[in-house]
């Protein structure tokens, strides 16, 4: 097919799905990181897919679509190594948004992102560690979702830090977005909320965002308590800084790299793009003593926001501090912009929590969207509380 949004590395590749299931009549396209039989995959830099066999198998989150009926249709760009949120990659381009053309779609799941936002597909595959899934459907005006962490195997997915790593996906719709939920998670644990029983609404995260997303969101917030039927309370994503937060995930996250992916860099001298190269150099040489702090900041947050979010409270915030970066930004702006976008991403990742992406708002001119974050487990929670929120949400976004 024609690729006119750029959102694809492979946009020729088609698998049929079965000939019946829940997903019959949906194409998915599919990141560059997950193993398709038959294929390289290239995981966003030439040097790893010359490097690397074609897989023998197909990946479990895919061929579970596939085998709900759902047609696979291209293989989507990604950052490199998915080492980043900002969608631009050195050697394939920036995929388009069509949500906001003059900005950046955010990484590094930006071509599945891309491609639903486009229409080129129903809905995508996508992986989040840092933000990847929930910052680029923040960007495009999607609807996406990071699962409990380990819900969803990630068998046949090239790993970044594999102890952050989630399956994801995106839809235009929250019936396609809970759809795919039931073909990719399993049943539900027993004792799993069923509703939500309060919202707590973090200041902290507040505190981080700008001026004009906190403006933005006073209606927001307004909706989702009328929905809900209930006040939200204040509350905090972590026990400490949201900066400090984010230290011990940016250590966290270079301390897997370096043990997972860091022989092969060592070994191929890979050819990065500016500024991923400083940055997998900085993950190479990073001390092991900075490890044990970092986990036990982690202990922390974890301890706390599970805690806060017992059975059935969601957090409700901005999933962004701020709109999109545009697309012919410095690097410094967009490296600047990553910093700031992870201080909210990274306490759901901490935690290995759910959270979810809604469609809300548009600031400057592009979108910026809801988040929820549940317990652990309450990841069908967060699919129906994004379906009673989508139509309340259509109405100030228009």
């Avoid at 990946?59 to 949120?85: C, I, K, N, Y």
């Avoid at 069923?194 to 973090?202: C, N, Q």
């Avoid at 900075?290 to 805690?307: D, G, N």
């Amino acid at each position: 097919m024609s690729d006119s949004l750029n959102a694809f590395i492979d946009p020729d590749l088609t698998i049929p799905g079965a000939a019946s299931g829940p997903l019959a009549g949906l194409t998915v396209a599919v990141k560059d990181l997950y193993a398709i039989a038959g294929r390289v995959t290239g995981a966003g830099n030439p040097d790893w897919k010359r490097t690397h066999a074609p897989e023998p198998r197909t990946a479990p989150a895919v061929q579970a679509l596939l085998d709900a009926g759902a047609t696979v249709r291209g293989v989507t760009h990604t950052d490199e190594l998915a080492f980043s949120l900002n969608g631009r990659n050195h050697h394939y381009g920036t995929p388009l948004n069509s949500a906001a053309p003059d900005r950046v779609p955010g990484g590094s799941s930006n071509g599945s992102a891309s491609a639903v936002a486009g229409a080129a597909v129903d809905v995508a595959l996508g992986t989040d560690t840092g933000g990847s899934v929930r910052v680029p459907a923040s960007h495009c005006g999607l609807f996406g979702i990071r699962p409990t962490h380990g819900r969803i195997s990630l068998e046949g997915v090239v790993p970044l830090a594999l102890s952050f790593d989630t399956v994801g996906w995106f839809a235009r719709s929250p019936a396609h977005l809970a759809a795919l939920g039931e073909a990719l998670l399993p049943p539900d644990e027993p004792g799993a909320p069923a509703a939500v029983t309060g919202l707590m609404v973090p200041e902290d995260a507040f505190e981080e965002s700008d001026a004009e997303v906190r403006e933005a969101f006073a209606p927001v917030l307004r909706i989702v308590e009328s929905v809900f039927g209930m006040a939200g309370r204040a509350g905090r994503l972590a026990p400490l800084p949201l900066a400090d937060a984010f230290a011990a995930t940016r250590t966290l996250t270079m301390a897997e790299l370096k043990r997972g992916n860091g022989p092969w860099i060592r070994e191929t001298r890979p050819t990065f793009g500016p500024g991923l190269a400083d940055r997998f150099q900085a993950a190479l040489d990073l001390p092991d003593e900075l490890v044990p702090p970092a986990a036990a900041v982690r202990a922390r947050v974890t301890e706390h926001l599970r805690a806060a979010l017992a059975g059935g409270v969601i957090a409700v915030l901005p999933t962004v501090p701020s709109p999109p970066p545009r697309r012919d930004d410095p690097d410094a702006v967009l490296e600047a912009y990553r910093f700031r976008a992870q201080r909210l991403t990274c306490p759901a990742g901490l935690a290995g929590l759910p959270q979810v992406n809604i469609p809300a708002v548009r600031v400057g001119g592009a979108p910026v969207g809801l988040g929820l974050i549940a317990a652990p487990g309450a990841d069908r929670l967060l699919l129906s509380a994004a379906s009673r929120l989508a139509d309340a949400l259509s109405a100030i976004r228009a």
